[in-house]
């Protein structure tokens, strides 16, 4: 099904996009409209354009594929399912995410992954292959953070304030370069080979969809961040 969106509302767009009876719904002329994919379970959605905020909100199995940049809160509280963007994202993509994965080509804006978390075989992913903004995995309770700062050598390719509050999950870090105001109470070491053959499902997917050398992605070194277990007050957030 092919939509063209230049004349159409964002609740027109996304009554057709539900009620279309083929699984597979082209988008074209995408500007700003919102919610596009909300809760989505069984199509794959493919966007020309830049969508509005919360582009699959609550996905719960479907695929979405942005050809251009996403706007805030992508995938905002998803279930489940994949989103694609060959572009930039704004602020909070990945917020309370709890599982599927997204994968963003360029940099991403601010508190990306915030309270993101794991349940049972739930893993949720985010991937960014650009820089992250300030406050990257605030509050991150469960699931995998990915950013691999393509393009940057010369700083850590997340800004001020990450981890903050995080209590459970991961950031991989790739590069040698780490934040310099990271709290007391998260810890910092190098990948393992075990950790990385983890993430590398996830990095093989990523050079998929954006035709990226694998080769030199997985050179690394990535580092991780996580809560600090020798900390005594590990069972709270950590503290700012």
């Known amino acids: 099904m092919r939509l063209n969106a230049e004349r159409l509302s964002h609740q027109e767009l996304n009554r057709a996009i539900r009620e279309s009876d083929e699984n597979d719904v082209r988008i074209i002329n995408c500007c700003g409209q919102r919610y596009l994919g909300a809760g989505l379970s069984n199509k794959q959605v493919e966007v020309t354009g830049t969508p509005g905020n919360a582009l699959g909100a609550y996905l719960d199995g479907a695929s979405i594929t942005v050809y251009g940049d996403a706007q805030d809160a992508m995938g905002d509280t998803m279930n489940g399912g994949t989103i694609v963007v060959h572009g930039m994202a704004g602020d909070a993509a990945g917020y309370a995410m709890r599982g599927g994965e997204i994968y963003i080509h360029k940099n991403a804006g601010y508190r990306c992954g915030v309270h993101m978390k794991a349940y049972k075989d739930r893993q949720p992913v985010l991937v960014i292959g650009g820089e992250a903004g300030s406050f990257l995995g605030e509050y991150q309770a469960g699931g995998i953070i990915v950013v691999l700062g393509l393009g940057t050598k010369e700083k850590a390719p997340v800004n001020n304030f990450c981890g903050m509050g995080m209590y459970g999950g991961r950031i991989f870090l790739r590069g040698e370069r780490?934040?310099?105001?990271?709290?007391?109470?998260?810890?910092?070491?190098?990948?393992?080979?075990?950790?990385?053959?983890?993430?590398?499902?996830?990095l093989e997917r990523f050079g998929t969809f954006f035709k990226e050398d694998m080769d030199s992605i997985m050179e690394g070194p990535f580092q991780v961040i996580e809560p600090n277990v020798e900390n005594p007050y590990r069972q709270r957030y950590a503290a700012y």
């Not at 310099?180 to 950790?195: C, F, G, I, K």
């Open 178 to 202: 780490v934040p310099q105001d990271l709290s007391s109470h998260l810890s910092v070491h190098t990948a393992s080979q075990e950790e990385l053959k983890e993430i590398a499902p996830a």
